[in-house]
């Protein structure tokens, strides 16, 4: 599709720093029309569609379906480019642990918190959660959105949350933070990350282009 024409649709349902990741597709893709909106009508008109969050889960799911959002998003994750972005990731699953909410199941699996016996490094320091900075992606499987994207290249990661994908053929990309887990998530025209590409720089940027690129 020609980048020029289309419009992308970040969805907003209040729960995460849009202007970052509206401004971020703006810079790839300047002559598309990046359209920051909580209507669903919106939504369904976009080409694309960005599903971002941040914050806790089940506040992420209340908000959407208080603003009518879930036949849409469900919609838009059935039929078109879709790259969910933090909890825009974790809601595509079926449960997570944070509040023991169910999330839209559009992925099997579940999202579970970081173990604490688990969070130490290899020196056996002990590390934080949330985790938050830059770590390393390893590319698990190709995919369009990792073209000219180093295997290893780093992102930015703020979380203390992660994917327990229900099939190992979904996990696009893996990180290390006390034990390897999945950062990374495709199925058909899916994608979906649990680093913020949009605070990642060059290799964000990058992956944000391909997003912008892709005919899944």
């Known amino acids: 599709m020609n980048r020029h024409a289309m419009t992308i649709a ?6 995460g720093n849009l202007r970052s ?12 029309r990046v359209e920051v ?7 369904a008109r976009a080409e694309r569609v960005v599903f971002p969050g941040q914050g806790a889960m ?11 959002l879930r036949d849409a998003v ?18 595509l699953f079926e449960s997570s642990e ?6 839209l199941a559009v992925l099997p699996g579940r999202v579970r918190r970081f173990p604490a016996q688990a969070m130490h490094d290899e020196h056996g320091a002990r590390l ?19 073209a000219g994207i180093e295997d290893g290249a780093r992102f ?30 495709a199925k058909d025209n899916i994608f979906a990350v649990q680093f913020h590409p949009e605070k990642s720089q060059t290799a964000g940027l990058r992956l944000l282009a391909n997003f912008v690129d892709w005919n899944s």
């Open 128 to 146: 934080k959660v949330p985790h938050m900075g830059w770590n390393q992606v390893r590319q698990a499987r190709p995919h369009p959105l990792w």
């Open 98 to 103: 944070e509040g023991d909410v169910a999330g």
């Open 37 to 43: 909106t909580s209507d669903p009508a919106a939504v």
């Open 156 to 185: 930015y990661f703020v979380h203390s949350y992660f994917a327990e994908a229900g099939s190992d053929d979904l996990t696009r990309g893996v990180s290390v933070y006390g034990f390897p887990f999945t950062c990374a998530v």
């Open 21 to 32: 990741v509206s401004k971020a597709l703006e810079h790839v893709a300047p002559r598309a």
């Open 74 to 91: 469900l919609d838009a994750a059935r039929k078109k480019p879709f790259l969910g972005i933090c909890i825009g990731l974790q809601m």
């Open 10 to 15: 970040v969805i907003d349902y209040g729960m």
């Open 58 to 68: 089940p506040d992420c799911m209340r908000e959407m379906d208080a603003r009518g």
